[in-house]
């Protein structure tokens, strides 16, 4: 049997032993008339022959017949890789005309096109994720500008606490795929590595998903997905969230950098938009304590002020106006705590304590005392119940007193006439536990989780507060390493309770 260089004339055999001596070319030579290869230089008839699919179509077979093949083609491997080639071939013609060889030269595109195409999807991330400064928007951009591009499933989920994450973006090649499919966030692989991933700081590549699929849903083992990856969402040393990209084709390190840079852009995206919406509630904050301050503020210096001039004129009734003067006064000075307290609170600082070793039954019969002329007023019967007889506290006791005067105040405010306000405590787990008690109209369930937020405050009766003395009082009773809730029916009765350690 010829050897299959011999199938040419001897100067084309010259020529393939000079393109042979080229090593910095993939170069394939084939001769007439089945295109047998005669030579080949390099990886050249590998990256040619996952082309030979179609024999019509081939770039050699055409060449052959005459043609100049000049193009880029693009082939999917059984095992997901991809290779995209350049072909430039051209025939080998002797003197009558006849061909007798076909020369193709390959380059092998891929690194450039993917170099390209990083530069592109990195450019539009850019740009995209500037959009917006809502979260869930700008993350559900993110997720799409990967989804089909680089795989078939993108999810995007934020720490939403200590040990939860919050599914807050979602993109799917196929939409109606998983449409019965809830919840969405725990049925496709690897949320068991997302912990793992924002501890370390650092993005993972799954190369099989073989195994994490295991459990999954039949329909979402049917969307033949084969790797994945996981990149953390990190901004200004703060891990946010994690990303999570699966795809039915073989990923690898050159998708992991790139989805791990374009990552950090969104959560370089989402910090800009939570410091906006920050920005935001504290310039609401501003003017939210500017009204306080205009309208609240008012009445109790016009009754001062109305106090002081009927003494003026009266001095025999000087007795009950200096009492609305002191109550005025009081009143001020709480409210004034009450905003330098949430204005150092929005500001990030911490309750500043003097702490010092008090009697716990003590500072209840205190704080009574400086609410029963506001009880008696309004005919509510302060009553109390401990059940201990010498507790001691080590903490700020004006702080205290100012938790007991912000609940007391709130209790007595949504009592009626002839009702009680019961003051109890008790030693729990070496803890103090105080309730205050009131028998007004209660909370909504709907408003529970808002009552000791900064100026909000749920209508009781057809009374509204401030929404300052809870947030403060909790605050306070934080700062000292308690807790604070409340317990409301809405037909009978509310109760605020909070706990402060014993001194040791």
Do not use: Y
Request: net charge negative; with cysteine.
């Amino acid at each position: 049997m010829r050897e299959p260089a011999a199938l040419l004339p001897d100067p084309a055999r010259r020529i393939v032993d000079a393109l042979a001596a080229l090593a910095a070319l993939d170069v394939v030579v084939a001769a007439p008339p089945h295109g047998a290869i005669v030579a080949a230089t390099r990886s050249a008839a590998v990256l040619l022959a996952p082309f030979s699919d179609d024999p019509q179509r081939h770039p050699l077979a055409r060449s052959l017949a005459g043609a100049v093949v000049d193009e880029d083609l693009r082939h999917t491997a059984a095992n997901g890789a991809v290779t995209h080639v350049h072909v430039r071939a051209v025939p080998v013609r002797d003197g009558g005309g006849a061909v007798i060889a076909a020369v193709a030269v390959l380059t092998d595109v891929a690194a450039e096109r993917r170099r390209r195409d990083a530069a592109g999807l990195l450019a539009d991330a850019g740009s995209v994720l500037l959009e917006s400064l809502d979260g869930d928007h700008l993350l559900q951009l993110g997720a799409d500008l990967l989804v089909p591009r680089l795989g078939d499933v993108c999810l995007v989920s934020t720490v939403a606490g200590e040990d939860d994450l919050r599914l807050r973006a979602l993109a799917l090649a196929d939409p109606t795929a998983l449409a019965g499919e809830r919840p969405l966030h725990d049925v496709f692989p690897l949320i068991d590595r997302a912990w793992d991933v924002l501890q370390d700081s650092r993005p993972v590549l799954v190369g099989d998903l073989g195994p994490a699929l295991a459990g999954a849903p039949a329909a979402v083992r049917g969307l033949g997905l084969r790797a994945g990856l996981l990149a953390p969402l990190i901004a200004r040393g703060r891990a946010l969230g994690v990303l999570r990209l699966l795809a039915a084709r073989r990923l690898d390190d050159g998708d992991l950098e790139l989805v791990a840079a374009i990552a950090g852009r969104m959560a370089l995206a989402l910090d800009n938009a939570r410091q906006h919406a920050e920005a935001l509630r504290a310039s609401q904050a501003r003017e939210d304590v500017l009204t306080v301050v205009s309208h609240d503020l008012r009445n109790p210096l016009s009754a001062i002020t109305l106090g002081a001039t009927v003494l003026v004129k009266k001095i025999r009734d000087a007795e009950e106006n200096v009492a609305i003067i002191q109550r005025s006064a009081a009143r001020i000075e709480r409210l004034t705590e009450n905003l330098l307290d949430l204005a150092g609170a929005q500001a990030g600082q911490t309750t500043v304590l003097e702490r010092e070793i008090a009697d716990a039954r003590a500072l209840v019969d205190e704080a009574l005392a400086l609410q029963r002329p506001l009880a008696d007023k309004k005919g509510v019967k302060l009553v109390v119940d401990l059940q201990f007889s010498e507790a001691p506290l080590f903490c700020d006791p004006l702080r205290i007193a100012q938790v007991f005067g912000n609940l007391l105040d709130n209790a007595i405010k949504f009592s009626a006439s002839g009702q009680d306000v019961l003051v109890t405590g008790a030693v729990v787990d070496h803890e103090l536990r105080f309730a205050v008690a009131d028998h007004g109209p209660g909370i909504d369930e709907a408003d529970l989780p808002h009552v000791f937020e900064p100026f909000w405050s749920a209508m009781r009766g057809g009374k509204k507060g401030l929404g300052l003395g809870l947030s403060i009082a909790r605050s306070i009773v934080d700062a000292h390493g308690g807790r604070m809730w409340v317990d409301s029916d809405p037909a009978t009765s509310t109760v605020f309770s909070f706990t402060l350690p014993l001194a040791r």
